[in-house]
């Protein structure tokens, strides 16, 4: 079951050309739309399925800087201010709230891993700090868990996946942007080593710059002109439930469950299962590249074989013609919506009445899963790519795009723009995946 995501109207034509074609209109490729026309460039933004139908709107909402790996502290920073600022500059809701985010715990190592990214982050000024075991259970009086501490982040909050994306699209479409929803890029137009273009299911558009901000398809797609990205996906399950009473008025994070309060007073539960690996062809291609992360996170994962080896965007692709249909025009990928796992339902149902004793009896409204686009070191690639002049991408978020995605669009346009970046985009190079030198261990999630 895909989650509600609010509609947005595509034009009728597809220009001849434009300044930049987008690929993907997830919330970092519609960010980096509206920069773009804001900048006064003629922007195409191009959607195989509808704005944010995969992970945009399948994610929790939350919009943070606490417990970051430290190199996306600054582009988070810098999202933190833009949730803030656009919609008073767009006149329209995300649905931005700075509600606070808690996380809470009764394991001393969280404690202690904590402690040092609060040191860490005083470096850049973060607002986070350490709670005691008293503080704790005044911060979350509604719980029943016997918390030893935690850490609350009172300037992060949460943002509605449902409306965040379509309504940048709507204000880059205001903004002279053009946006085509069920139109697929086949593939890159390459004119002596640089690219020149797009084709896609409905014609070519020329451009002098293309970027790839196509999530879990990101690989795939590159893959077929030649260009390496490392890249995994793990399909993770949430659900919401019927509105209940007030428990956090944001998002909190404890050793059983966590939860988002969400503005019509439900819940979006993610349960202490294991996201899902499943091994696919692409999966197996950069199985070493991900091996030292899957060591250091098999406690959040699990394996397994599915239909996603065959079908899909890890699955096997050979070099597929421009003139025909692709796997991207296929009506079952037009959106990419993996089954739920529904047999976490019941004992994470169970675990928020006792946690949350105000709770018990809730039931399930909607349940949906979704894949995330993942790289070795689980930071984003927002890189040129050097091989080929015109190529930029932005995808690989890891389960952390949703909140960066402002700041993430911003920094795309300022590479593709060739001004000054709003922040330094050293740590998102593509080179650092693919040039030999160790990749290095993702840092707090």
Not at 225 to 253: A, C, K
Not at 283 to 288: E, F, S, T
Request: charged share 20%.
């Amino acid at each position: 079951m895909s989650p509600p995501v609010d509609r947005v109207e595509s034009d009728p034509s597809l220009p001849a050309e434009a300044d930049v074609v987008v690929i993907g209109a997830g919330i970092a490729g519609v960010a980096a739309s509206y920069f773009l026309a804001r900048a006064g460039k003629r922007v195409a933004l191009l959607e195989k399925g509808v704005v944010a139908g995969e992970q945009s709107s399948r994610n929790w909402g939350w919009c943070r800087v606490q417990n970051r790996d430290e190199r996306e502290i600054p582009i988070m920073q810098r999202s933190m201010e833009l949730w803030d600022s656009l919609p008073r500059e767009t006149g329209l809701s995300m649905g931005f709230r700075r509600t606070g985010l808690i996380f809470v715990t009764r394991n001393q190592a969280d404690l202690a891993a904590w402690e040092s990214w609060v040191a860490m982050a005083r470096r850049y000024q973060a607002h986070s700090h350490m709670l005691s075991a008293e503080e704790t259970w005044a911060a979350t009086p509604a719980s029943a868990g016997g918390w030893i501490g935690g850490v609350s982040s009172p300037r992060d909050g949460m943002a509605d996946p449902a409306m965040a994306a379509p309504a940048l699209a709507e204000a880059a479409r205001r903004l002279g942007a053009t946006l085509h929803q069920r139109c697929a890029v086949r593939g890159l137009d390459i004119t002596a080593g640089r690219v020149s273009g797009v084709v896609t299911e409905r014609g070519r558009i020329r451009a002098p710059a293309v970027l790839c901000a196509a999530g879990a398809w990101s690989s795939m797609f590159l893959r077929r002109h030649g260009i390496d990205l490392p890249q995994s996906s793990i399909r993770s399950t949430v659900f919401t439930t019927e509105p209940g009473p007030e428990v956090t008025p944001g998002g909190l994070y404890t050793s059983d469950i966590t939860i988002g309060r969400r503005a019509d007073g439900s819940y979006l539960i993610a349960a202490g299962n294991r996201g899902q690996i499943e091994i696919t062809p692409q999966g197996l291609r950069y199985a070493r590249k991900f091996w030292p992360t899957l060591v250091a996170r098999r406690h959040m994962v699990k394996l397994g074989v599915g239909a996603s080896f065959f079908r899909g965007p890890e699955a096997l692709a050979k070099r597929w013609s421009f003139d025909r249909p692709t796997v991207f025009e296929e009506e079952d990928m037009r959106v990419l919506d993996p089954a739920p796992n529904t047999a976490i339902v019941p004992a994470a149902l169970e675990q928020l009445g006792r946690t949350f004793p105000a709770l018990a009896g809730s039931r399930m409204a909607r349940v949906w899963s979704g894949w995330i686009d993942s790289t070795p070191d689980a930071v984003p690639v927002i890189s040129a790519v050097e091989r080929m002049p015109g190529l930029f991408l932005s995808t690989g978020y890891s389960g952390h795009g949703f909140g960066i995605g402002p700041g993430a669009g911003q920094l795309a346009a300022d590479l593709i723009l060739g001004g000054t970046p709003a922040v330094d985009p050293a740590p998102f190079r593509l080179s650092r995946l693919v040039d030999g030198s160790p990749i290095r261990k993702p840092g707090m999630m």
